[in-house]
């Protein structure tokens, strides 16, 4: 299952970002503390819109502070809305032997929300996606491609998030 939006701003990208944590927050077995973590890949070229979608998605859960990129930190952590988020940008690793340093299988729990950039970075290393969202530029806008690869993934999708 697959779906294509376009993005013309970055307001638009945020309300993306707002509409897939509004479809999990709905509470469709999706992340909700029934099976491990669920998993979300965000693909694209550096400036395409990842870390936008992923700071709507973030205060749309409910956490209220900033939302820094995680490009230096590597994992950025929030408490939101009762539930654990993981912010993870794997853009900066060399090797897919450096995501065994971050420990991300630690992170796989119930009601855990792990939103992933630079995934294909860790390779086997990083946990199968839920979701794969890939953002390009197009134009002076963007487009983002959602592809749910579990059912937990097409429950989400189910709402109507692009």
């Not at 509470?27 to 029934?34: F, S, T």
């Amino acid at each position: 299952m697959a779906a294509v939006e376009r993005l013309d701003s970055a307001e638009a990208t945020v309300a993306a970002g707002r509409r897939l944590a509004a479809a999990l927050l709905a509470g469709d077995g999706a992340g909700d503390g029934d099976g491990d973590a669920l998993v979300i890949y965000l693909h694209g070229d550096l400036g395409a819109g990842k870390t936008t979608f992923a700071r709507g998605f973030i205060a749309a859960c409910g956490h209220t502070g900033r939302v820094p990129s995680p490009t230096y930190t590597l994992v950025e952590p929030y408490d939101a809305g009762g539930r654990r988020l993981y912010h993870i940008d794997l853009y900066r690793l060399s090797d897919p032997g450096q995501v065994d340093e971050l420990a991300l299988q630690d992170l796989d729990e119930p009601g855990v929300v792990m939103l992933i950039e630079w995934p294909e970075r860790g390779a086997d290393r990083v946990a199968r996606p839920d979701l794969e969202l890939t953002f390009a530029v197009a134009g002076a806008g963007r487009t983002v491609e959602c592809v749910a690869r579990t059912v937990a993934g097409k429950r989400l999708l189910a709402h109507k998030i692009v």
